[in-house]
């Protein structure tokens, strides 16, 4: 019932290890995606059917499915993992979507894999949630990230802390090729499978450009852009991915692993949630250049098949990652101007201290751009975005400037800049305590209403609220 169409498995066998997901006691479905599957070319009624919910739970291996762990290693916080892969994530195996175009379905803690090493291959309740609700708001925000097909509730306790319900994601992926894929190979100077790996990577997600030169190089600088493009959304809607491991980050350019990611309320470049990011290296304002350090690492595992004279393709590599600032600065200057609907050359300056200023006056992020769009379009008056700042003044004297720098008929398409609703932590962490209840309507409320971020809705008004002091959540955490 799920027309698979596997070529992972086609590749060498050292790419991958065969597993089979665990058995799950009693699973119970929390959520379906129907659109997503229907696109997908699955039934959505058949996935809700027990045989679909078996699937899902990992209970029944569907037809035509070749589960699989991927092999990957990876720099984490820094430090290079040469080992690491799918140790709670199985690969079902991937369907061609009606755009014609290859996704990989895989099951997230559906137990050990023979890369689980100490790990129990699991997923409490709580991270699925957070992917579902997260991922899918991502989509509709704009930014490219994996997809939610399915969420499960396993019927069994997983023990973390404390013991947890368990629960099983279905993560739908253009692919799951990480810059820790090639660090794999790289580790064990194994180029014939870095050639096969660059080849299959270039062929699945940049099949239009010409690889005539070099195939290594034209895919690292496929991957720089995609991965602009990616941070800078990010950036611009006040997202922290929080684990930007080099394992974490998708040779698509997708958004991946929905661990301790945030967005954040206040304003501040410095913001940090991850409970594990203790040095801040994930904060919001080093993205860009962790998003640099870990292109690096790219270009260095693909150093010996961009060309065979190593000082080649050392100025090669350093050619094509210079194109990153210069790239990042246009794409994060164009996303700044399009939201505070400023005029052509905006001036970097002009947004710099706009943040600065933000930041000072602890002005929530949102909520400063969506009144600002209101403001534009004459919606309210200027005390109403002024309210947002600790001393009101400051913002009437920034208006004065903005005034200065602003196209006036780019108002009304600021709305498209600047979403209403955001998944703000709080309300992730209601959804998650209201599921380990057993009550999923908070998630459902929630899903439903991200799905329109950007759009009026009157029923909607509470949920633009930032937290209140004692609502607020300052730390988010991995899902292991
Ligand atoms: P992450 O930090 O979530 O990106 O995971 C890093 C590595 O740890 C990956 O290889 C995961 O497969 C592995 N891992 C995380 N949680 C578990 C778990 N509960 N059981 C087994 N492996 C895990
Ligand atoms: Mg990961």
Redo the contacts with the bound molecule.
């Keep these: 019932m799920i027309p698979f169409s596997n070529s992972y498995i086609k590749l060498p066998e050292h790419f991958y290890q065969r597993t089979i997901p665990e058995s799950v006691k009693s699973p119970k479905l929390i959520a379906i995606n129907d659109n997503l599957a229907t696109e997908l070319g699955i039934d959505p009624e058949w996935l809700k059917s027990q045989d679909g919910i078996n699937v899902l739970a990992g209970n029944i291996i569907a037809s035509g499915s070749e589960p699989i762990a991927q092999a990957y290693a990876g720099h984490?916080f820094g430090g290079f993992s040469p080992q690491?892969?799918?140790?709670?994530?199985t690969l079902l195996g991937e369907v061609i979507d009606s755009n014609g175009k290859q996704k990989d379905i895989q099951l997230k803690g559906s137990g050990k894999t023979p890369?689980?090493?100490a790990?129990?291959?699991?997923?409490a309740l709580g991270p699925v949630i957070r992917e579902y609700l997260m991922s899918e708001a991502m989509f509709a925000l704009g930014v490219p990230t994996t997809r939610a097909l399915a969420a499960i509730s396993s019927g069994e306790k997983v023990i973390r802390e404390e013991p947890l319900p368990g629960g099983i994601f279905t993560r739908v992926a253009s692919s799951h090729l990480r810059i820790g894929t090639f660090q794999y190979f790289a580790a064990r100077n194994d180029t014939n499978a870095l050639t096969t790996l660059t080849n299959f990577a270039l062929q699945r997600h940049f099949p239009d450009t010409n690889t005539s030169a070099s195939p290594a190089l034209t895919l690292l600088e496929q991957v720089i852009t995609a991965q602009v493009k990616l941070v800078s959304s990010w950036m611009s809607l006040g997202f922290i991915h929080g684990?930007m491991?080099t394992?974490?980050c998708s040779i698509s350019g997708e958004t991946i692993?929905y661990?301790p990611c945030a967005f954040m309320d206040d304003f501040h470049p410095a913001s940090v949630f991850s409970a594990i990011d203790r040095d801040a290296r994930y904060a919001w304002g080093n993205q860009a250049p962790i998003a640099h350090w870990n292109l690096t690492r790219l270009a260095e595992a693909l150093l010996t098949i961009i060309d065979p004279d190593k000082d080649t393709a050392i100025k090669l590599a350093e050619k094509a990652l210079d194109k990153f600032s210069p790239q990042f600065i246009d794409t994060y200057n164009d996303k700044y101007s399009a939201k505070l609907s400023l005029k052509d050359q905006a001036p970097t300056e002009f947004i710099q201290q706009t943040l600065s200023l933000l930041a000072d006056q602890q002005v929530d992020y949102t909520l400063f751009f969506r009144k600002l769009t209101q403001l534009a379009n004459q919606h309210i008056a200027p005390t109403e975005l002024a309210k947002l700042f600790q001393d009101p003044e400051t913002c009437h004297q920034w208006i004065k400037q903005w005034h200065t720098h602003r196209d006036q008929n780019k108002s009304l398409t600021m709305h498209s800049a600047n979403p209403i609703l955001i998944p703000r932590n709080h309300q992730i962490e209601s959804a998650i305590q209201h599921a380990y209840k057993g009550d999923f309507s908070v998630f459902h409320k929630l899903h439903q209403a991200w799905k329109t971020p950007y759009k009026e809705i009157p029923e909607n008004p509470d949920l633009e609220k930032p937290p209140l002091p004692n609502e607020r959540v300052t730390q988010t955490f991995?899902?292991?």
Excluded at 84 to 89: P, T, Y
């Design positions: 984490q690491l892969g799918d140790g709670r994530a890369f689980s090493r790990g129990d291959g699991k997923s684990v491991n394992d974490n692993d661990g991995c899902g292991t």
